[in-house]
């Protein structure tokens, strides 16, 4: 009886598992591998960046300092609270982590420049220190030259004394002319501020 039952069941097909065109995947990763050669035939070399030079400019800290600004969400990044930095576009809060920026990887690279310093040979550091020995001969620094500032430095600050002296006599004048209530001769008498020692006697 369990013959006749399982001549009626239908197959089952058990071969479930996937078959692999080998030639269309062989294309596939030819197609693939032909792609990737040409993307870094596009890309070419690597870029070659310039080696650092030094600034030719003098980095501006001070321009702002002491000054009040309104700031307000909605104004654009040049106009916004801290140093901007026009050529990688973005707003650094203070004057230390500004000159770590104009001097970090990321600005120097939006530059063209490597982080690399390029090898001065020695006719450079020769022409570097005859331009440096050329530059502190006419500025030569003596005794004298000391003396003269320090004593300008003195008379300036006794200036600067000698005038905050005057506005600070001025401003009591004028506190003692605010202070001086003017009032009418007959009102005063009224009131008995009459002029302790000035009337006359009979």
Known sequence: MANASNSNIVGVDNTF????????????????????????????????????????????????????????????????????????????????????????????RALGMSMR?????????????????KRKVPGTFTEQDLDERILKQQQEEEERRRQRRERKKEKKKEKAAEEEIEVDPDVAAMMGFGGFGSSKKS
Do not use: M, W
């Not at 702002?64 to 990044?77: C, D, E, H, S």
């Open 117 to 133: 310093v390029e090898r001065a040979s020695l006719e450079q550091v020769q022409e570097r220190f005859e331009v440096l020995k």
């Open 17 to 108: 598992r996937r078959k692999f065109d080998r030639e269309e995947y062989l294309e596939r990763a030819r197609e693939e591998e032909a792609e990737l050669r040409h993307k870094s035939k596009a890309k070419g070399p690597p870029v070659q960046r310039k080696p650092l030079k030094h600034r030719d400019y003098e980095v501006d800290l001070e321009s702002r300092l002491g000054k009040t600004q309104v700031v307000t969400p909605i104004a654009p990044l040049s106009q916004q609270a801290g140093y901007y930095c026009s050529v990688c576009e973005c707003v650094v809060k203070d004057s230390a982590n500004y000159l770590d920026h104009i001097n970090g990887k990321k600005h120097q």
